[in-house]
């Protein structure tokens, strides 16, 4: 077992702690890697929640825009997957494949069964709506917080990239 020590240094008011064991340091660029695999694992599970929602809805109109949106995302992916193997400096850097969490709120199980036996399916198609504006926000959030990182960190070709995204998002 290895036990860790912590010392304490005051700084003005404020007392941090820390361990003495030396953590891996990451580069500016391998944490904006870091972050842009984030994003990529949101945008991974966004295709997913896509395909399911145009296979749900029976929405002619709703449908195109999802099948829209769809190919809009499926193009953020490629721009963000090139932006990690570019970002990598020579190095192989791996674009995730893994899904993320999506930010919809799930009731609990009680209200959902409720729902489930009375709701319309223009009352559910309402409820799809809703869950989609909540993850296309996230998603300008995320696009705009990746923005401003990668102009801290003076990444030009990042810039370019997500700003695209950002409006793509805003648009939507």
Not at 83 to 93: E, F, P, R, T, V
Request: glycine share 2%; proline share 3%.
């Amino acid at each position: 077992m290895v036990k860790k020590r912590a010392s304490r240094t005051r700084t003005g008011n404020n007392v941090a702690t820390f361990t003495k064991r030396k953590a891996k340091k990451l580069t500016p660029n391998q944490k904006l890697i870091l972050h842009l695999n984030e994003a990529l694992a949101i945008e991974n599970a966004a295709v997913q929640r896509l395909q399911s929602r145009i296979k749900q809805t029976r929405m002619e109109n709703v449908k195109q825009r999802l099948q829209a949106h769809l190919e809009e995302t499926k193009g953020q992916q490629d721009r963000l997957k090139q932006l990690i193997s570019d970002l990598g400096d020579g190095q192989k850097s791996a674009a995730t494949k893994d899904k993320a969490q999506l930010p919809i709120p799930t009731p609990p199980k009680s209200l959902t069964n409720i729902f489930g036996r009375t709701m319309t399916s223009a009352e559910s198609e309402l409820i799809a709506a809703k869950e989609d504006a909540i993850v296309e926000n996230a998603e300008i959030i995320l696009y705009d917080m990746l923005t401003h990182l990668a102009e801290r960190m003076n990444a030009a070709n990042a810039i370019a990239i997500l700003s695209e995204s950002l409006s793509e998002e805003k648009a939507s």
